[in-house]
């Protein structure tokens, strides 16, 4: 199975993905975790994305098409993969189609999860992140366990994302329609559209999540 989440920051991408990818078995590649992790190394990759990361600016394409192409080849991706936050816009996705292209392989799906702007500004400004185990928890809807529950052992480390502060929130939700949002008529003229009501609750999402790719496969 090879499935893109496509959908504006905060929409609950991040969330789904974990869950559904452990199911299907297949590995979750968020190329947002990827930099970050980059980041957290030291790497020059990772301390050039800093800057505009934390600005809410996508970094450029050349970094994160190159960091696509290896994840992939990787061996854990020869089954599949679930792309979460790549392409993000339309360059990316031509980059994408042409990866695919010359791998021979196609896409399944792409899920588009749709949300309003005040629901997404709410959800990121309380997203908190575990810098152990990288779960990703809501100060309200999703709330972090309150000990011994993380499942790197110990207690989760709880923090906030230094792009969750609200001036970067509100710059990332403009570039999403700048950039991102024009990915949507792509990938529906490619016919692989499956749109999903993003701004149910997180159970009802996946319920949701699963009925389309169900219907769809
Ligand atoms: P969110 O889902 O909250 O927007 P991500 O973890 O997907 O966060 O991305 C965090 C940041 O990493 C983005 O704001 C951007 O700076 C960078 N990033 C992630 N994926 C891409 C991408 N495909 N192209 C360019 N920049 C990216
Ligand atoms: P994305 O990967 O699309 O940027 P996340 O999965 O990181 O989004 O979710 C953003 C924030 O919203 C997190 O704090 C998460 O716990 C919360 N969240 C995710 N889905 C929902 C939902 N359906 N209802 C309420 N909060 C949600």
């Known amino acids: 199975m090879r499935l893109v989440f496509l959908g504006p920051p905060g929409v609950g991408k991040g969330t789904q993905a974990e869950g559904l990818a452990r199911e299907l078995q297949i590995p979750h590649i968020s190329t947002g975790a990827i930099l970050r992790d980059a980041l957290g190394r030291g790497t020059a990759t990772g301390l050039a994305a800093k800057k ?5 600016d996508l970094v ?3 970094v994160v098409v190159d960091l696509v192409e290896d994840r992939f080849a990787e061996q854990d991706a020869a089954s599949g993969w679930l792309l979460d936050g790549y392409p993000r816009n339309l360059d990316q996705g031509a980059a994408l ?3 695919l292209s010359s791998l021979n392989l196609t896409l399944d799906h792409v899920v588009f999860f749709e949300c309003d702007s005040a629901e997404l500004v709410r959800r990121l400004g309380g997203r908190r992140v575990c810098r152990k185990c990288g779960s990703t928890f809501h100060i309200e809807f999703a709330p972090p366990p309150q000990s ?3 499942s790197e052992g110990g207690e989760c480390e709880i923090h906030q994302r230094s792009d969750d502060a609200e001036d970067a929130i509100l710059k990332r939700l403009d570039v999403y329609h700048s950039e991102t949002g024009p ?3 792509h990938f529906r003229s490619q016919g ?3 749109v999903v009501d993003g701004s149910q609750s997180i159970d009802q999402v996946g319920v949701q999540l699963r009925a389309a790719l169900e219907r769809s496969s």
């Open 192 to 194: 692989r559209l499956v």
């Open 60 to 62: 450029p394409d050349a």
């Open 52 to 56: 505009l990361m934390d600005a809410g």
């Open 183 to 185: 990915l949507v008529d």
């Open 97 to 99: 189609d042409g990866l």
């Open 148 to 150: 011994g529950d993380c």
